[in-house]
């Protein structure tokens, strides 16, 4: 999580500067590296003499509703990263830390400590400082207007992205048995099923508007030429799946919450990345906005760790008695 995806942030946003201009391309390229975690599972299944998860209907519709909303979730971010900078829509997507919470003291009754309302409270703020900033934060090009829209789909996708999180620790939770010596192949089998119903759901897009088609004549236009343009597409798709798939891996080992603890974390590095890759605008609220965030993660693990050694002082007190 921490390297896959910082490299897909930059690689979206790449395919933009150098002269992409398809969403629905990009969007179906965030669920198009399937094939990559389905060879794996063929393989885990002799090597580790475990059979195929038999499947049921309502597992099937929980594939699909994950596969639905991580569609979407690409969708979103697709569109975003066209309008808006990199770093600007990394440190926008640090708020699924939030969503992730709120979500899982929805669904899952995961109980909300002062220090996650004050991490939720602190990242919302980092994300109010961003939008004062726009004036100064526009790509070229980029009206007012664009930026709104990217600036709210940003949001809403992260949104998206904690409640994705959440939905599949439900699934491992409620309908499959969550032991960690299965966890290799129930982890890779959610990733590639919803992948698979993500990359279905996004293809009728991608037909309708001709994306497809335009794919030569785009590569050709592309500013480093066709290889690099198909470099930049294929490197997208993989390290977007291996990203999901370890932040799958965690919440499965974990909890949702831990993994959007993790994917909060990568902010900083994937916003000095996009300062250093773009000559993105490194101003004051964006500098303010990503000590907050660190700030916010910061207090989200503190609250963690005190929550924990309360728990192992009681049980301790317990088991003295």
Same mark, same amino acid.
């Given at each position: $999580?921490?390297?896959?995806?910082?490299? *897909?942030?930059?690689?979206?946003?790449?395919?933009?500067?150098?002269?992409?201009?398809?969403?629905?391309?990009?969007?179906?390229?965030?669920?198009?590296?399937?094939?990559?975690?389905?060879?794996?599972?063929?393989?885990?299944?002799?090597?580790?003499?475990?059979?195929?998860?038999?499947?049921?209907?309502?597992?099937?519709? @929980?594939?699909?509703?994950?596969?639905?909303?991580?569609? @979407?979730? =690409?969708? $979103?971010?697709?569109?975003?990263?066209?309008?808006?900078?990199?770093?600007?829509?990394?440190?926008?997507?640090?708020?699924?830390?939030?969503?992730?919470?709120?979500?899982?003291?929805?669904?899952?009754?995961?109980?909300?400590?002062?220090?996650?309302?004050?991490?939720?409270?602190? $990242?919302?703020?980092?994300?109010?400082?961003?939008?004062?900033?726009? *004036?100064?934060?526009?790509?070229?090009?980029?009206?007012?207007? %664009?930026?709104?829209?990217?600036?709210?789909?940003?949001?809403?996708?992260?949104?998206?992205?904690?409640?994705?999180?959440?939905?599949?620790?439900?699934?491992?939770? /409620?309908?499959?048995?969550?032991?960690?010596?299965?966890?290799?192949?129930?982890?890779?089998?959610? %990733?590639?099923?919803?992948?698979?119903?993500?990359?279905?759901?996004?293809?009728?897009?991608?037909?309708?508007?001709?994306?497809?088609?335009?794919?030569?004549?785009?590569? %050709?236009?592309? /500013?480093?030429?066709? &290889?690099?343009?198909? $470099? &930049?597409?294929?490197?997208?798709?993989?390290? =977007?799946?291996?990203?999901?798939?370890?932040?799958?891996?965690?919440?499965?080992?974990? *909890? @949702?919450?831990?993994?959007?603890?993790?994917?909060?974390?990568?902010?900083?590095?994937?916003?000095?990345? @996009?300062?250093?890759?773009?000559?993105?605008?490194?101003?004051?609220?964006?500098?303010?906005?990503?000590?907050?965030?660190?700030?916010?993660?910061?207090?989200?693990?503190?609250?963690?760790?005190?929550?924990?050694?309360? %728990?192992?002082? /009681?049980? =301790?007190?317990?088991? *003295?008695?």
């Amino acid at each position: $999580m921490l390297v896959a995806f910082p490299v *897909s942030s930059i690689l979206f946003r790449l395919y933009y500067v150098n002269g992409g201009s398809h969403r629905w391309l990009l969007t179906w390229v965030g669920s198009a590296g399937w094939p990559l975690p389905a060879i794996i599972l063929l393989l885990v299944y002799p090597v580790r003499g475990i059979a195929p998860t038999r499947p049921t209907w309502t597992l099937l519709l @929980a594939y699909a509703v994950i596969g639905f909303l991580s569609a @979407a979730d =690409n969708f $979103m971010f697709a569109w975003s990263y066209a309008y808006l900078p990199a770093s600007t829509s990394t440190l926008l997507a640090s708020s699924s830390l939030a969503f992730t919470a709120i979500f899982a003291w929805l669904l899952v009754h995961k109980k909300l400590n002062a220090s996650s309302v004050n991490s939720i409270a602190i $990242m919302t703020a980092g994300a109010v400082i961003l939008g004062l900033d726009s *004036s100064s934060d526009r790509p070229p090009g980029t009206t007012s207007r %664009q930026y709104l829209i990217g600036f709210v789909l940003d949001v809403a996708g992260s949104a998206l992205h904690g409640l994705i999180f959440v939905l599949s620790e439900l699934v491992f939770v /409620k309908l499959l048995d969550r032991k960690v010596g299965s966890a290799v192949h129930l982890v890779l089998e959610l %990733q590639v099923v919803t992948s698979i119903f993500a990359c279905l759901f996004t293809v009728v897009g991608v037909i309708a508007s001709g994306d497809f088609g335009d794919m030569g004549g785009e590569s %050709q236009a592309f /500013k480093h030429g066709p &290889v690099a343009y198909y $470099m &930049v597409l294929v490197w997208a798709s993989v390290s =977007n799946q291996l990203g999901v798939l370890a932040g799958v891996a965690v919440l499965y080992l974990t *909890s @949702a919450l831990f993994a959007g603890v993790l994917n909060a974390a990568r902010v900083p590095l994937t916003a000095v990345a @996009a300062v250093l890759s773009f000559g993105d605008n490194m101003s004051g609220f964006k500098v303010m906005s990503i000590l907050l965030t660190i700030w916010s993660f910061g207090s989200y693990v503190y609250g963690g760790f005190v929550e924990e050694a309360a %728990q192992q002082h /009681k049980q =301790n007190e317990n088991d *003295s008695l």
